[in-house]
């Protein structure tokens, strides 16, 4: 990369500057690197997630960083959980300027043998239906306070593109099949609107984390992310 190109990918970073950045999902793993990264540059993050343990161990791991981490602890199963959220980061913090659905949850089961549907319903409570319902808040408090610059980063995985499923895991990878959907869905709605808003979808492959921890194992036999 040439002076000219990391002078402007500097610049862009900068103007993040201060401006506040929502992260599901931010107790461990990808939500967590990201937390940490946009703190870096300056800007107010807040980390939603269930494990407010390790939300705090991530705010002091974080303390004197150009940018400040706030702990928002929210079950992302619950509708009621992620409004009381957003409604934190309007009151304390104001509108959002980066919101990134990073949130997962990967429960190994083989359907045909399954002696309940809440397995099910968890996988997509958090993977699908708490995405959709943090994409409405977000974008409202974008339109709220004429952001019309605003991101949102949905965390899809590589398994979204791939035909066959590791057996066992066949509902998880439906889940991410419809993040990709429903970011095409936002783009050409927003589109629709003349929004400059942007969504973008991104589908990491292998990566470290408690989940493909228990990807390995084929069949998970516990609750991950």
């Not at 862009?12 to 937390?35: C, L, Q, R, Y």
């Not at 390790?54 to 303390?63: A, F, G, S």
């Not at 980066?98 to 958090?126: C, H, K, M, V």
């Given at each position: 990369m040439d002076q000219k190109k990391e002078d402007n990918n500097f610049k862009?970073?900068?103007?993040?500057?201060?401006?506040?950045?929502?992260?599901?999902?931010?107790?461990?793993?990808?939500?967590?690197?990201?937390?940490e990264s946009l703190v870096n540059i300056g800007m107010n993050v807040v980390g939603l997630a269930r494990r407010s343990d390790?939300?705090?161990?991530?705010?002091?791991?974080?303390?004197g960083q150009k940018g400040k981490f706030h702990p928002v602890k929210t079950d992302l199963a619950k509708e009621a959980d992620i409004l009381s959220a957003f409604q934190w980061v309007e009151k304390n913090l104001g509108g959002i300027h980066?919101?990134?659905?990073?949130?997962?949850?990967?429960?190994?089961?083989?359907?045909?043998?399954?002696?309940?549907?809440?397995?099910?319903?968890?996988?997509?409570?958090?993977?699908?239906?708490?995405?959709?319902?943090?994409?409405?808040?977000?974008?409202?408090?974008m339109r709220k306070h004429n952001i019309d610059d605003g991101y949102?980063?949905?965390?899809?995985?590589?398994?979204?593109?791939?035909?066959?499923?590791?057996?066992?895991?066949?509902?998880?990878?439906?889940?991410?099949k419809a993040v990709n959907t429903i970011g095409e869905g936002l783009r050409a709605e927003l589109g629709q609107t003349n929004s400059k808003i942007r969504v973008t979808t991104i589908s990491p492959g292998y990566v470290k984390t408690e989940i493909v921890e228990q990807i390995e194992m084929k069949i998970p036999p516990d609750r991950a992310g």
């Open positions: 862009t970073m900068e103007n993040w500057k201060g401006k506040v950045a929502v992260v599901t999902g931010a107790s461990s793993g990808i939500g967590a690197a990201i937390a390790r939300l705090e161990e991530l705010k002091n791991k974080l303390k980066i919101l990134i659905n990073n949130a997962g949850i990967l429960l190994g089961f083989i359907p045909i043998e399954a002696s309940s549907t809440d397995d099910w319903r968890q996988i997509y409570d958090i993977n699908v239906i708490a995405l959709q319902i943090c994409s409405r808040e977000g974008i409202r408090s949102i980063i949905n965390i899809s995985s590589i398994i979204a593109h791939v035909s066959t499923p590791i057996t066992g895991i066949a509902t998880y990878y439906a889940s991410k």
